[in-house]
């Protein structure tokens, strides 16, 4: 097993026989990785924080997130990353979901910048990793920011707030049952 490796499994007090399905699969992502970050780094972007906690001030609201991984590129600006470890597909799909994807805009709206660039990097054992990054991340934070604002100050005139999530989003949420959506049906 690598050294990472072991030292991964030290941490969460796994035996050995608990990190194996992880070590089988751990080559073929770390190689895949590695591959990309040569790529990557050619570009001269360079690793800059990792879990970073960032806020910024909108109006009378203040963000707050957690960043997977942020870059620095050449020119100073930020390249925000955010890790997935589903299919391609998924991946992509989010991408094309447009302004419905808010993690990506949102991330770049929290680093304050003019033209950051933001992208998830799809890793797994399968296909070596890669960026998908989006195409019109200035313009999606633009209208993110313009969304919350609005959406705040309705909500804070008392407009109502009808249960909207949708699939998965629904699975992962923490108010789920609070809103009431699996009991409630559109007319
Ligand atoms: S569980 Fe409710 S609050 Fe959460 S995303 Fe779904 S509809 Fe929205």
Redesign the pocket.
């Known amino acids: 097993m690598d050294r990472a490796a072991t030292e991964a499994a030290h941490a969460l007090t796994l035996e050995e026989g608990e990190f194996l399905p992880f070590s089988v699969a751990w080559p073929a992502l770390r190689d895949g990785y590695l591959q990309w970050l040569q790529a990557h780094e050619s570009t001269g972007a360079r690793f800059e924080a990792a879990e970073v906690n960032h806020e910024l001030a909108l109006g009378a609201l203040q963000l707050h997130g957690r960043l997977d991984r942020l870059d620095r590129q050449p020119d100073g600006s930020p390249l925000v990353i955010d890790y997935k470890t589903e299919s391609a597909t998924r991946t992509e799909s989010r991408l094309k979901a447009g302004t419905e994807d808010t993690q990506l805009a949102f991330y770049a709206l929290l680093t304050g910048h003019d033209t950051p660039r933001a992208a998830y990097l799809n890793v797994g054992e399968r296909d070596p990793a890669k960026l998908h990054e989006s195409p019109d991340i200035t313009a999606l934070a633009a209208l993110l920011a313009d969304g919350i604002q609005h959406d705040l100050a309705r909500m804070a005139a008392g407009a109502p ?6 699939g998965s ?14 009991f409630w049906s559109q007319p």
């Not at 707030?161 to 949708?166: D, F, K, N, R, V």
């Not at 989003?169 to 699996?182: I, S, V, Y």
Request: glycine share 10%.
């Open positions: 707030l009808p249960a909207l999530g949708e989003a629904c699975d992962w949420c923490a108010a789920r049952g609070l809103c009431r959506k699996d």
